[in-house]
């Protein structure tokens, strides 16, 4: 039976309705992906891969990623909750999925790659200034990483708002950095002219070498549904959020492929030289290329972006990741501390404090196990995602199945792109999962497998666990998540915890 009702109004969790309209949701998009940043710790290991198909790889990889926007847009429509892929889960495939792919593997994602974000925040920053052996220490880096972590902990619990208006000066500057880069790399002696050979989606020479690439450009593009998190603090609430994930992902993969075929055209894909097959080069693509482009000082102005960038990112982290579970702690999923927001700031104020200060003690543990951890957290996290992203798009095909036969534009745009989409993340997670295990994937091992898949796959079967304590402390939501997120409200889920 088909239902025409309109979206639910969000429930009352605390937080400001009506705070952000579509550009600052653009922006806070933008700035949570981290363009400049992504770009430069990513495209280098993506032309190790293809050389020369890395904007191939990049295209390639945003089709997933427009086609899991899509689903993202039509959920939110009929469900603008701020826990998003937790609710949207939970209501398709019951509260096992939404908890575990939806709410922990998020979750897990957001903390590991801020705590990447942090790193690099504070080894460009300090390069920036000129404090080259300092960026060199580990110790210096880590602490520096872990104070920035408490700034954006600090500005994340005073509001979306002040977020907002911090990330238009940011997304400004990475955006301005990376056309100036793209222009100049162009223009200077002795680049080669771009060949439209380098976008042929059919010269990639096998399966693997081209799952690798598209995972690491699921990591490239990822982050903008961090954006609807705010969904129930933005204007117009079952709208914005869906047309800001688009437009956000438009605006990256033109910035991306533009940036990619400036860096080729003026460095090439050899492995000696600025050429992004060197690993150094590959390391840190800008970080190389920038000053060779743009001369010193203007060079120093993009390693300025690339630390804004990252610092942006994990910004925008630091505020998203709380509202995912607040909205777990309203449906009775999480504790009830998660659930309480300030009374002045009207921002969730324990999960705010919470994950700043488990993002702080994550960072300092993986730092410990390997200082070189950051190139398989990139990876790992590009596997997360594609789990998550490929379970939450089938949740929309599965979610709207009734109504696929209203018109085309449903059967299209609810149903087979958003189902494409999800059966496209899930090949390339299997696939890659099966690459990862061997102990010379990435950069470090333990016990002769690899880092990489232990940090993924790894994170996934801890979710698992933790998961099974999870059902013995909240019985009712596994027993009956599917009405909780259907339409309880907050005092109403409360009480059911204390029944």
Request: proline residues 4%.
């Amino acid at each position: 039976m088909t239902t025409n009702a309109g979206p639910p109004t969000p429930h009352g969790k605390g937080l400001r309705s009506d705070s952000v309209g579509l550009l600052a949701t653009v922006a806070l998009g933008l700035a949570s992906v981290a363009p400049a940043y992504s770009i430069a710790v990513t495209l280098g290991l993506v032309s190790l891969t293809v050389g020369e198909l890395a904007p191939a790889a990049l295209l390639l990889g945003f089709v997933p990623v427009l086609l899991t926007a899509f689903a993202f847009r039509e959920l939110n429509r009929r469900m603008p909750d701020c826990g998003t892929t937790f609710v949207w889960n939970t209501r398709a495939f019951g509260p096992v999925t939404g908890w575990l792919v939806g709410g922990w593997t998020l979750l897990i994602a957001t903390v590991i790659v801020m705590t990447t974000l942090a790193q690099v925040g504070a080894a460009t920053f300090l390069g920036f200034l000129g404090l080259d052996a300092a960026a060199a220490s580990t110790f210096v880096v880590t602490a520096v990483a872990v104070l920035l972590i408490a700034l954006v902990t600090t500005v994340a619990y005073r509001g979306v708002q002040l977020a907002a208006h911090v990330q238009y000066a940011m997304v400004g500057l990475q955006l301005l950095a990376l056309l100036a880069f793209g222009v100049v790399a162009f223009a200077r002696d002795g680049a080669t002219a771009p060949s439209l050979g380098w976008i042929n989606p059919f010269a990639f020479e096998g399966l693997g070498s081209f799952a690798e690439a598209v995972l690491l450009c699921l990591f490239i593009y990822w982050g903008w549904d961090a954006l609807i998190t705010f969904n129930e603090e933005t204007v117009d609430s079952g709208r914005t959020p869906g047309r800001a994930a688009v437009v956000s992902t438009l605006i990256l993969v033109v910035t991306y492929v533009f940036t990619a075929f400036a860096a080729i055209s003026f460095a090439g894909t050899g492995g000696v030289g600025l050429g992004l097959g060197n690993e150094e080069t590959a390391a840190d693509a800008l970080g190389r290329l920038a000053p060779e482009v743009l001369g010193d000082a203007l060079g120093r102005a993009v390693a300025l972006a690339v630390s804004v960038s990252a610092v942006g990112a994990l910004l925008t982290g630091a505020s998203a990741v709380p509202r995912t579970a607040l909205s777990m702690s309203a449906h009775g999923a999480l504790p009830a501390a998660f659930a309480r927001t300030h009374p002045r700031f009207r921002t969730p104020a324990f999960g705010t404090v919470f994950f700043g200060i488990a993002t702080a003690v994550v960072l300092v543990l993986l730092t410990l196990v390997s200082a070189d951890f950051l190139g398989d957290a990139v990876l790992s996290i590009a596997l997360l995602i594609a789990f998550y992203y490929g379970i939450t798009s089938l949740a929309c095909a599965w979610h709207f199945r009734r109504e696929l036969r209203n018109s085309s534009r449903d059967l299209l745009i609810k149903g087979v792109l958003p189902a494409a989409g999800g059966l496209m993340m899930l090949a390339a997670f299997v696939r890659s999962a099966y690459d990862m295990v061997d102990p010379g994937y990435g950069s470090t091992s333990v016990g002769g497998v690899g880092g990489v898949f232990l940090l993924g796959v790894g994170s996934i079967l801890l979710g698992a666990g933790v998961m099974l304590l999870a059902r013995t402390r909240f019985p009712r939501f596994f027993r009956d998540g599917r009405a909780s997120v259907a339409g309880l409200s907050v005092p109403e889920n409360r009480a059911r915890r204390r029944d």
